[in-house]
């Protein structure tokens, strides 16, 4: 869940957001996540990337997700600052520690008495999907993997996609070792969703305010 938006500006000149529009972005795409997160923390489920680990860890340790998916982005922020800019890399830990804060703070505000387990996954996937779109429209991303993927790209020639697709691959068979077998299906169907909706809407050229 943490793919790269790409800040790179190609053709002619776009118009930028305001300050208070990237505040009220930002703020939405993050509550967002951190809805899809809850689904998947309550149903015991996980998702790709950063995230996804984070969840893991967060099961394995008892420790809760919103510090170590905070811990787990620390290492990318130099690399979002060599590829995409001081701006991107600003509200990219902007974002991250959103999410890291609304995390800690959701237990108390909101709780789950029935959920299905695929539709509380197709939910997190197009509740996330959502979300990440808002703050991709914004310049900005949740950190991690993305941030290294384009990084191999440009330095190797290697494809973003294949790099996202292996640690993915890593996730849910690090989550086969810990979960269910169910567990791991229901958030393989999450994941796809999630994937879905960033592939069919995250469009340079048919969104034109950056």
Do not use: C
């Not at 703020?27 to 990337?49: I, Y």
């Not at 789950?112 to 779109?133: E, K, N, R, S, Y």
């Not at 191999?152 to 292996?166: H, N, S």
């Amino acid at each position: 869940m943490d793919d790269l938006a790409d800040g790179r500006a190609d053709g002619p000149a776009r118009p930028r957001h305001s300050a208070f529009e990237d505040a009220q972005g930002l703020l939405a795409g993050t509550l967002l996540v951190t809805l899809g997160l809850a689904f998947l923390q309550h149903l015991g489920l996980v998702t790709g990337q950063v995230a996804g680990l984070a969840l893991l860890v967060a099961l394995w340790t008892g420790i809760p997700f919103g510090p170590v998916f905070f811990a787990l982005n620390l290492p990318f922020y130099w690399l979002a600052v060599r590829r995409m800019g001081w701006a991107f890399t600003l509200k990219t830990f902007v974002a991250v520690g959103l999410v890291t804060l609304l995390s800690l703070l959701r237990p108390q505000y909101l709780s789950f008495a029935t959920l299905d387990p695929l539709v509380g996954a197709v939910l997190a996937g197009l509740v996330q999907g959502a979300g990440l779109l808002a703050i991709f429209r914004h310049r900005a991303s949740l950190g991690g993997v993305g941030v290294v993927a384009v990084y191999l790209q440009d330095r190797t020639g290697f494809r973003a996609g294949w790099t996202q697709l292996l640690v993915d691959l890593v996730v849910f068979s690090l989550a086969l070792l810990t979960l269910p077998l169910p567990a791991v299906a229901f958030s393989l169907a999450g994941a796809v969703v999630l994937n879905l909706v960033i592939a069919i809407n995250h469009r340079r050229d048919r969104y034109v305010a950056m």
